[in-house]
């Protein structure tokens, strides 16, 4: 679903990412992990094809984001870690504009938000202006419209900032449960025990290189160090090989 051959984008003097390559098969749950101004985000926004790469190809669905990028745009949902609605729209509104923007037909379209709203529980708040709604509130939004389409990619960006521990325990459940459906999950998080908890590979980038990918028995091996996630991954980010 997922495939980075030899990406690199750099700005100006600054090598963002360097020589990244790595495949994501449909139905995985990846998680991406790294240290602040690893490269996590620049990945992340050139698979949203929001960036080109200076080097490289990144494809999405067998559709290279630069000459086929309106095709693997259709396959992907994004959920950025700080959740943009507009705020003059009630949420009804804001999955509306969605479904439209997808070119979702209207009768589908208003089976999937009453299947949304179900999920993620905006039932007690849709029909408000989302101006008021709390950070959490406006997660769930956001996830409810980054689902409408049934994407074959989600990309989530530390979708458990701000959540409570009821609504993150719902997220994980639910993350497991697309990957599982066959939905292809790339998640970035800073938080290890859930990417401990509902990865099926995790891959580890620092200084915009992808130092170590696979399962966490995979990731102890390479470490020499037979510990938790946190403990692989501080060895490995503490003793990288290339820096």
Excluded: W
Excluded at 95 to 121: K, Q
């Amino acid at each position: 679903m997922i495939r980075l051959e030899n990406v690199s984008k750099r700005y100006g003097d600054t090598l963002a990412v360097d020589g990244l390559s790595l495949h994501v098969p449909p139905g995985e749950l990846f998680a991406c992990l790294g240290p602040n101004g690893a490269g996590k985000t620049t990945t992340i926004k050139m698979l949203c094809g929001l960036l080109k790469p200076s080097v490289g190809r990144v494809s999405v669905g067998g559709f290279d984001l630069q000459t086929q990028g309106d095709r693997a745009r259709q396959l992907i949902s994004y959920v950025p870690d700080q959740p943009f609605i507009y705020d003059k729209l009630t949420g009804r509104e804001f999955l509306e504009f969605i479904a439209g923007l997808y070119g979702m037909e209207p009768v589908h379209a208003a089976r999937r938000m009453d299947e949304v709203i179900a999920i993620f529980h905006l039932g007690e708040f849709v029909d408000d202006l989302t101006e008021r709604y709390s950070h959490g509130m406006r997660q769930r939004t956001v996830f409810a419209s980054a689902l409408l389409h049934e994407p074959k990619l989600l990309i989530a960006d530390e979708p458990t900032v701000g959540l409570d521990p009821k609504s993150i325990r719902e997220l994980k459940r639910l993350l497991r449960q697309l990957a599982d459906g066959g939905t292809t999950v790339f998640l970035s998080t800073h938080t290890l025990d859930i990417a401990q908890e509902l990865a099926d590979r995790i891959g580890i980038i620092d200084r915009g290189r992808l130092i170590g990918c696979g399962t966490l028995d995979e990731l102890r091996s390479a470490a020499a160090h037979d510990g938790s996630l946190e403990e692989v991954f501080l060895r490995l980010t503490e003793t990288d090989p290339c820096a």
